[in-house]
């Protein structure tokens, strides 16, 4: 498949961590046009484990309502051991103060779901580019 030229995240490793199928089905599709490396975990154990293996990520878009841990916490686990690696919350969890709150947990941008694809493009060349 051919690279998004405005989103060229070539060479760049992107952990998912997302428990439901369609939804990662969704980021996959939208991402696979940039060169990234997409590595899915569908567990905020798994998360916190890949990470601690892998000093090499370059971003985490993070699911909030995970099946075991909830993502805030995972997302502060995460940034205990790599605390400049961009954290994106990607949630269903819209009410007011959801926003403040993934943000204090050290998520570095929020993006509700559903997912504007071109908004979450751009926020993660923010970090990337």
């Known amino acids: 498949m051919e690279t998004n030229f405005r989103h060229d995240f070539s060479g760049k490793i992107i952990l998912i961590v997302e ?5 990662f089905a969704l980021l996959e599709a939208l991402l ?4 990234a490396k997409i590595i ?10 890949y990470a601690t293996n892998h000093p090499d990520l370059d971003m ?4 909030i309502k995970l099946p ?8 502060r686990r995460i940034r205990i051991l790599y605390p400049d690696l961009p954290i994106i919350a990607q ?4 009410m007011s103060g959801d926003k403040e709150k993934a943000l204090r ?15 979450l493009l751009d926020t993660m060349s923010e970090f990337l580019l």
């Open 19 to 23: 428990d439901e199928m369609s939804n």
């Open 32 to 35: 696979s046009t940039t060169g």
């Open 40 to 49: 899915h975990v569908t567990t905020g154990k798994a998360a916190i484990d």
């Open 60 to 63: 985490v878009l993070m699911d």
């Open 68 to 75: 075991d841990i909830i993502g805030y916490e995972v997302t």
């Open 91 to 94: 949630t269903a969890f819209v």
């Open 105 to 119: 947990s050290g998520c570095n941008a929020y993006i509700p779901k559903p997912i504007d694809l071109n908004k």
